[in-house]
Nanobody, 125 residues
Framework: QVQLAESGGDSVQVGGSLTLSCVVS????????LGWFRQVPGVERELGAF???????MYGRSVKGRVTISKDNAVNTLYLQMNSLKPDDTAVYYC???????????????????WGQGTQVTVSS
């Protein structure tokens, strides 16, 4: 059974930092593309960051320059380091996995096969 388990969400002040983690089990981690999405109520889930099987990355415009996506294949874990947090970063953050074999970054939620339950990030001023 495939499971994605996020952790690390918290309430922080503007300008603060957080690192989110997502432990993945039940699939060949190294063969999958991975993404971090975020969602606020009433708004479509949007891609924050993407990493492919080889470690290539892509970032959404709203977070580019402030976040870093990485992964550790040895422990089947995906990370999202977030800096200079803003109130607009307040959202539920989801990790997602999609089997991939090259090609362009996967930016649409419909391209992902597996999802975690989400972790809440709240940024207050």
């Amino acid at each position: 059974q495939v499971q994605l388990a996020e952790s690390g969400g918290d309430s922080v002040q503007v300008g603060g930092s957080l690192t989110l983690s997502c432990v993945v089990s039940g699939l060949p981690f190294g063969d999958y593309c991975l993404g971090w999405f975020r969602q606020v109520p009433g708004v479509e889930r949007e891609l924050g960051a993407f990493i492919d099987r080889d470690g290539g990355t892509m970032y959404g415009r709203s977070v580019k320059g402030r976040v870093t996506i990485s992964k550790d294949n040895a422990v089947n874990t995906l990370y999202l380091q977030m800096n200079s947090l803003k109130p607009d970063d307040t959202a539920v953050y989801y990790c997602a996995a999609a089997y991939c074999s090259g090609g362009p970054p996967l930016t649409d939620r419909s391209e992902y096969h597996y999802w975690g339950q989400g972790t809440q990030v709240t940024v207050s001023s």
